[in-house]
């Protein structure tokens, strides 16, 4: 079909295609507006490991070399602590000490969706899984791009809860880290100690003490340090107004997606009907209608 002619048609059904540009912002503007906002907050980390005064710095027998201990990618005590971050774990305790399970059912129960789940006999009841759900889907952890520091977000419909699950979280993956290099410090401790007091070579006993000196200062450094895992940046905070989703952006982009799925729709019907075959104009009767209804007459 030429342009020219696929351009007459579509002015031709201008009325249809602007009732159908509205038809369609209307209830995509309403559901836009009655989407429940979130706030988000925020905190910025970076690995420990990032400091010449780092843990690891202070668990070292010997003095730093360049390039050793230090090491500024998220794997070792950072990774783990970021894969804490999202571990069923934190779900858990976000379920025992916070409201997440009573909010996940009010929500599950309220609106249309709720009345629907109820008509089907459907779960309303949140649990453990719901909530490791909701953990995956509103909590993120985004690095830099030229810096080795970390965004945490969390997305709550209540401001305070989001602040308070987000120092919940981060307090878990730390403690996390400590428990974990302080019980095998510990255990290192308890098998050296258990292996001096049946060695009696005194070239095994001397290698023995270097080894539980290491490792006592390891428990030392651990129990008195206070970041081990990761360097607050940023501490948590949290926005004064919910920026989640942002609607005058998605209201722009469906003023502008609208009009032009309306405009693709005719243009296509233009092009199914092929080209050389008129256009009926709006009301128009057939002539076949015409003839039988004098006929009639």
């Keep these: 079909m030429p342009l020219d002619e ?3 048609g579509i002015w031709r059904w201008r009325w249809p295609v602007l009732l159908a540009t509205v038809l369609t912002l209307a209830p995509g503007a309403a559901l836009i507006l009655a989407w429940p906002r979130h706030y988000v907050a925020q905190a910025m980390v970076a690995p420990a490991e990032t ?8 668990m070292a027998p010997g003095p730093l070399l360049q390039g050793g201990l230090l090491d500024n990618r998220p794997s070792g005590n950072f990774g783990i602590y970021l894969d804490a971050l999202r571990a069923p774990e934190a779900a858990a305790m976000l379920a025992r000490d916070t409201g997440l399970l009573a909010s996940l059912t009010e929500w599950r129960g309220a609106g249309p969706m709720g009345a629907l789940r109820r008509l089907l006999g459907w779960r309303i009841e949140a649990d453990l899984d719901d909530a490791g759900v909701w953990l995956d889907g509103r909590f993120a952890a985004t690095q830099g ?4 520091t970390v965004t945490l977000t969390l997305e709550h419909r209540e401001r305070e809860a989001a602040l308070d699950m987000l120092r919940r979280l981060h307090a878990l993956a730390e403690a996390k880290v ?4 302080l019980g095998q410090a ?3 401790i308890a098998a050296i100690e258990a292996r001096l007091a049946v060695e009696r070579d005194l070239y095994q006993r001397g290698a023995l003490y270097e080894l539980l000196t290491a490792q006592q200062r390891v428990a030392l450094v651990v129990s008195a340090d206070e970041a ?9 905070m949290v926005e004064i107004r919910p920026s989640l989703p942002n609607r005058p952006l998605l209201l722009v982009l469906l003023a502008v997606a609208a009009p032009l799925a309306s405009l693709l729709g005719a243009a296509c019907l233009l092009l199914l009907r092929g080209p050389g075959r008129p256009w009926p104009q709006p009301y128009e009767v057939p002539a ?4 039988l209804g004098a006929e009639a007459d």
């Design 6 to 8: 696929l351009l007459r």
């Design 51 to 58: 400091s010449g005064v780092a843990t690891s710095t202070l």
């Design 145 to 148: 791009i030229a810096t080795t």
């Design 178 to 181: 400590r428990t974990d290099l």
């Design 186 to 188: 510990r255990q290192r």
């Design 228 to 236: 081990v895992a990761v360097r607050m940046v940023s501490a948590p």
């Design 288 to 291: 076949g209608m015409r003839r």
